[in-house]
Every structure is written in C-alpha cells, then in structure tokens.
C-alpha cells in the first residue's frame, strides 16, 4: 500500500520558519516528480512546490520563492519543504503529493496521484 505521510506542521509566529516532511511508503518514488500543494479553508488546493530529477530540479509558486525550498533524500523516501519568513497567509493544510508523469503542467493537482492526508501550518500574526 502506497502512502505519503506528511509531519512537522504546527502554530508558528509570522516571521518564523517551520520544516515539513513527507514520508514515502509501498514504493520509491526516487524518479517521480514530488510536489507541495497548500488549501486555506475556502479555498482550492494551490501549488506550491515541486522537485524532479536526480539534479533537484525545482519550481516554485511565485508567492514563496526566495521563502520556501523544497528537497528530498531518495535514501529515505522523504520529501521535505522548508519554509522560512512565514506569513499569516501561509496559513493552510500542506499537502504531499507524487507524480509519475505529468501530461500538461507541473502545477495542476491533477497530474499527481499519490496524496498524503496533510498536515496543518498556522502563522500568527
């Protein structure tokens, strides 16, 4: 059974940094591309990062380059995003997801199929 199992969310004050990881489980997932997804209550879920690639190859969401960085260790199957001078709105559900290929665009939550069950990040003003 293939699972991503996300940690490390928490209340953090603005300005703070918070570290979430994603656990992979059933399978590697050292050559899928692995993304960050956000969802504020009332919201959609939102890109936020993605990685691909024995290089690392990264793409970010506008509203967080130069804050955020997304990693992984393929030896542990774990994804990771740092997230630094954080904002209230950062506020949301952080969301793991995998994909194994992607059709359109690296942003869309479609193309990924394998989702973690999310973690809460709240910033305080």
């Known amino acids: 059974q293939v699972q991503l199992v996300e940690s490390g969310g928490g209340l953090v004050q603005a300005g703070g940094s918070l570290r979430l990881s994603c656990a992979a489980s059933?399978?590697?997932?050292?050559?899928?591309?692995m993304g960050w997804f956000r969802q504020a209550p009332g919201n959609e879920h939102e890109f936020v990062a993605t990685i691909i690639g024995s290089r690392g190859t990264t793409d970010y969401a506008d509203f967080v380059k130069g804050r955020f960085a997304i990693s992984r260790d393929n030896a542990k199957n774990t994804v990771y995003l740092q997230m630094n001078s954080l904002k209230p709105e950062d506020t949301a559900v952080y969301y793991c997801?995998?994909?194994?290929?992607?059709?359109?665009?690296?942003?869309?939550?479609?193309?990924?199929?394998?989702w973690g069950q999310g973690t809460q990040v709240t910033v305080s003003s």
């Open positions: 059933g399978r590697t997932f050292s050559s899928s591309r």
């Open positions: 997801a995998a994909a194994d290929a992607v059709r359109y665009r690296i942003n869309r939550e479609e193309e990924y199929t394998y």
